[in-house]
């Protein structure tokens, strides 16, 4: 008899999950070698007859060394058996099907490969995750985290969304190394255990959070998706599901494109933004809270990324603040990033809020004083005009002897503070927490939609905005760019935002009387108003 072996991928777990060729194969099988999660179901498919080797791999335990498998493979086909090699997913996803192949090819052996269905499809389907959606991911990469250092996480953080098999011990490694590397720490996150089986497991959370939510827990063997699609899961999933979760009617969302999965009130039948397409500049990878705003008004959003977000250049100085932080009386916090990469040291260097019972926190704006507060912290301070350069004409007590730490970005932050600070007997210590950048390009529909004159409004909520946004559209278009903006209303969130659109394209036509989104959105809906009676 001549041999034959047949490398068979069994699915994400679940036998149900297995092919019609594949369920053929192993009723006929001779011989039996397989894989470690295997659902034992299968085994019930096979002739008494059927001999059978365990080369299951598991983390940690005793297993057949690769070489051993591909020279059992070999030896039972030289025998004239026809064999089945079952692997766990599909056989060329992280399978080392490629070393079994070439062990069959060089003894002249006969084989064919069976494909099977990836755990890393089949687990974010069956957890509810779309891992394409028209806005929020164009693309997604599989990767394994079973070697950390051979990966490119620069690029990585660039792929809207990551699907990682193999990584649970090194879960803390892999979500310091994004944030690190400039993926934002609310980035949403789904850990998947045992995918498709009667005991399978979810986790959400955020780059973050998710190490906290999980501490204690056993995760392997898991599948990690991470990216804005997990949080669309909330909204997809089945009625009956075993997971299923009512959204909470106080739930918010970063993205813009959420808005087709929630029950929302329907907006007012002539909404002040009807008919208006508005271009908003923002910081890659951030929420999208002010899109969302103004599609409540009736506008057509187009995004056009125009801030980097990313960790600074080094963490020192930053991580020796926090290691004397009884040192100092007041902690200032004026942007939402600068309160997220705080809280990413402070848990990088294993402390949490406790470590800030000394101090009083200072806060600038609404959204700041949100994000803070999601972190189980408070602000003991807001300025009433959400303006950072006016903290100290509202400071609540006096400044002279006072130590503040100024946790900020790296290049390009608030002089203006801190001399004023320093004029009134404070001590200022600056530490960088985040940088940002422009980004390379430009993005394709933004650049589509002001070529095509189809923008009425671009909007701007601080002058780095302003000002990378200006160095994309020179990048693209050359010296013309400013006529692309000709017929183009320029919404400004605040004086000093105004001040660098005068200074780079020559004029403002909206200012918010409230320097915040909200208020934002209001003066563009009044503007519109006005504009069409």
């Known amino acids: 008899m001549v041999g034959k072996v047949y490398i068979v991928g069994a699915g994400p777990g679940r036998s149900d999950y297995l092919t019609l060729r594949s369920q053929r194969l192993l009723q006929q099988a001779e011989v039996l070698i397989y894989d470690a999660l295997i659902d034992s179901a299968v085994l019930e498919w096979l002739r008494d007859t059927c001999e059978r080797f365990d080369v299951g791999k598991r983390g940690g335990k005793p297993s057949p060394k690769q070489a051993e498998i591909d020279r059992l493979l070999v030896q039972q086909c030289q025998l004239g058996k026809q064999v089945v090699r079952l692997k766990s997913g599909d056989p060329f996803i992280f399978g080392r099907t490629t070393s079994e192949i070439q062990a069959l090819q060089a003894a002249g052996c006969t084989f064919e490969v069976v494909p099977g269905l990836s755990s890393a499809l089949a687990a974010p389907l069956l957890a509810s995750i779309p891992l394409t959606d028209p806005a929020l991911s164009p693309c997604f990469t599989v990767l394994t985290a079973h070697d950390l250092h051979r990966l490119d996480w620069a690029a990585l953080t660039r792929v809207q969304t990551l699907v990682i098999l193999m990584g649970a011990k090194n879960l803390a490694a892999i979500a310091q190394t994004l944030v690190h590397f400039g993926m934002r720490p609310q980035t949403p996150i789904a850990i998947i255990r045992w995918a498709s089986q009667p005991q399978q497991q979810i986790w959400h959370g955020t780059l973050l959070n998710i190490v906290q939510k999980t501490k204690g827990e056993s995760l392997s ?313």
């Not at 699609?229 to 997971?243: F, N």
């Not at 529909?445 to 000002?467: C, H, M, P, W, Y």
Request: hydrophobic share 45%; proline share 6%; net charge negative.
């Open 221 to 533: 063997p898991c599948i990690m998706v991470i990216g804005e699609v997990v949080a669309l899961g909330e909204y997809l999933r089945p009625i009956d599901s075993a997971y299923s979760q009512k959204p909470s009617a106080t739930a918010t969302h970063d993205s813009a494109s959420m808005m087709a999965y929630r029950s929302d009130p329907i907006a007012p039948s002539q909404p002040p933004l009807q008919n208006k397409t508005v271009l908003v500049t923002r910081a890659m990878g951030q929420s999208s809270q002010f899109s969302d705003l103004l599609q409540r008004q009736g506008a057509t959003v187009v995004e056009m990324p125009a801030l980097e977000i990313r960790a600074p250049s080094s963490w020192r100085e930053l991580d020796q603040a926090i290691a004397q932080m009884s040192q100092f009386h007041w902690l200032i916090l004026t942007s939402a990033n600068a309160v997220t990469f705080f809280c990413v040291r402070l848990l990088a260097q294993g402390l949490d809020a406790r470590a800030l019972a000394t101090l009083k926190i200072a806060v600038v704006g609404k959204k700041t004083n949100q994000v803070l507060r999601q972190r189980g912290l408070s602000a003991d301070f807001i300025p009433p005009d959400f303006v950072a350069d006016g903290m100290v004409a509202h400071w609540p007590q006096p400044l002279a002897g006072q130590r503040l730490l100024f946790p900020r970005v790296e290049t390009g932050g608030r002089a203006v503070l801190v001399k004023d600070f320093t004029a009134q007997g404070a001590e200022v210590v600056e530490v960088a927490a985040y940088e940002s950048g422009c980004p390379s390009s430009i993005a394709p529909e933004a650049l589509a939609a002001l070529q095509n004159r189809r923008v009425d409004i671009v909007t701007f909520a601080s002058s780095k905005t302003v000002g990378f946004a200006c160095q994309l559209l020179q990048k693209s278009l050359g010296e013309p760019w400013r006529e692309s903006l000709e017929a183009v209303a320029i919404a400004s969130i605040g004086p000093q935002t105004s001040e660098t659109c005068r200074d780079l394209i020559g004029r403002v036509d909206i200012e918010a009387v409230e320097f915040t989104l909200d208020g934002l959105t209001q003066a563009i809906a009044q503007w519109a108003s006005a504009s069409s009676d």
